[in-house]
């Protein structure tokens, strides 16, 4: 795999470049910090040992159609949006194959995690994972259309979908729903898991729509 990332100013200005497994991407650790639009597209990332992907105060950016597995931490970690406007970070995650995950650290390690305002999950299948399938974190997520299964497999107190906001904090606006969990904290060992689980004083929440079969 060649990774070629260096492009002049202009070009990151102007671009709707789409990061593939040819030369651009793919294969390894994707980190982002402070980008905007860009786009990961039918990648593989695999063998790693912390994070497959992740942004930190991002904007428009996109992982579409990848693979994730193997993974010493979490799947992906996507982190953009604005508290103090509520501008939404619009970063997206969608019909990605997550398994496998949180090899070394398991917990809090989803396959995806949502932080910040306005970020989104959808038409993802993730299973096989110790700890959350999704967990978020923050205002105005749009989490929906994904298969979780068979995860939890080694924890208590947890949930395949979960959020946990601190009591000084007011985050909401977050809609979950057309999501099939199956199979969620089946393993002997387990106990006190969920379907979709609101920890704490997390408030002002839809959930709708979903299908939770042996949770």
């Not at 793919?26 to 497959?52: K, N, T, Y």
């Not at 509520?86 to 990605?96: F, I, K, Q, R, W």
């Not at 995806?112 to 096989?128: K, Y």
């Not at 974190?137 to 208590?156: E, K, R």
Request: hydrophobic fraction near 30%; charge should be negative; glycine fraction near 14%.
């Amino acid at each position: 795999v060649v990774l070629t990332w260096y492009r002049p100013d202009d070009y990151y200005g102007h671009s709707d470049w789409k990061g593939t497994w040819d030369k651009e991407g793919g294969g390894g650790v994707i980190d982002l910090i402070s980008c905007e639009r860009v786009d990961i597209r039918a990648s593989v990332v695999r063998h790693a040992s912390g994070w497959g992907y992740r942004t930190a105060k991002c904007r428009a950016c996109r992982v579409e159609g990848c693979d994730f597995y193997d993974l010493g931490e979490g799947g992906l970690l996507v982190d953009g949006g604005d508290y103090k406007t509520m501008e939404a970070g619009s970063n997206t995650v969608d019909n990605c194959h997550i398994t496998d995950y949180g090899r070394y650290i398991s917990c809090y390690r989803p396959g995806i995690r949502l932080d910040g305002v306005g970020n989104r999950a959808t038409h993802n299948l993730i299973h096989h994972g110790e700890h959350q399938g999704i967990a978020f974190f923050g205002d105005n997520h749009y989490i929906g259309y994904n298969v979780l299964h068979d995860l939890c497999s080694a924890t208590d107190d947890a949930g395949a979908i979960y959020a946990f906001i601190w009591e000084k904090d007011k985050h909401e606006g977050t809609v979950i729903e057309h999501n099939l969990v199956n199979e969620t904290g089946r393993h002997p060992d387990c106990g006190c898991n969920n379907g979709i689980y609101l920890d704490n004083v997390t408030s002002g929440v839809t959930v709708q729509y979903n299908v939770i079969n042996r949770a």
